[in-house]
């Protein structure tokens, strides 16, 4: 039998400043759906990131501070 892979693919978040507050409830509820996850036995051995992470007016200094807050549970 195979191994399986599990892959977490995130796409297009276009993380930004001004529409903080409602990207924290979206991913507060991202991190619980990964709890659940976690809790029965699955956890991702990649995770993708694609298509734009942040705005386009967003500074590199914030590119780590989301990749890093998306990545926390894990």
Known sequence: ?????NILHLTDLHYTESWRHDQEVVIS???E?????????????????????LTDQMRKKHTMRCSTRLCSPF
Not at 1 to 5: E, G, L, N, S, T
């Open 1 to 5: 039998m195979a191994d399986v892979i």
């Open 29 to 31: 509820a991202f991190f």
């Open 33 to 53: 759906d990964v709890r659940r996850l976690r809790k029965n036995g699955l956890k991702p051995d990649f995770i993708v990131f694609s298509g734009d992470l």
